[in-house]
């Protein structure tokens, strides 16, 4: 299990009704027992409302779910708004991941919004 808070971070759009049926999902799904005692930091990110915190991180499909811990991001990538999907999700990169892991490279602009995320003060 992890040591310190994981950022989730799921970037949307307003206008799109995928991310409003993920908004349902992920708000059942951070509440299940199997995640109680995991510091989960959740944050919904409207792409357009909060572009200064997106920068250059190119969006191409919604939702997309970044999974950040304090060195390195464990995932990024979209995801279907199906609970059994986040679940897997979060169990393979938060609940069962070994501190220390080797965790996928990624562009210089999904880390440089990491960064950003990081530095924000508590969940949106």
Request: charged content about 25%; hydrophobic content about 45%.
């Amino acid at each position: 299990m992890c040591e310190s808070t994981i950022d989730v971070a799921r970037l949307c759009a307003a206008w799109c009704h995928t991310c409003e049926d993920y908004k349902v999902v992920s708000e059942q799904v951070k509440i299940e027992p199997a995640l109680s005692g995991v510091a989960l930091r959740w944050h919904w990110i409207d792409i357009e409302d909060e572009a200064d915190l997106v920068g250059d991180f190119d969006v191409d499909t919604f939702p997309t779910i970044v999974v950040i811990d304090a060195v390195a991001v464990r995932f990024t990538g979209p995801l279907t708004p199906q609970p059994d999907t986040l679940r897997r999700l979060l169990r393979a990169t938060v609940v069962e991941a070994s501190w220390g892991t080797s965790w996928p490279t990624v562009t210089p602009e999904v880390q440089a919004f990491a960064v950003r995320l990081r530095g924000r003060v508590g969940p949106t």
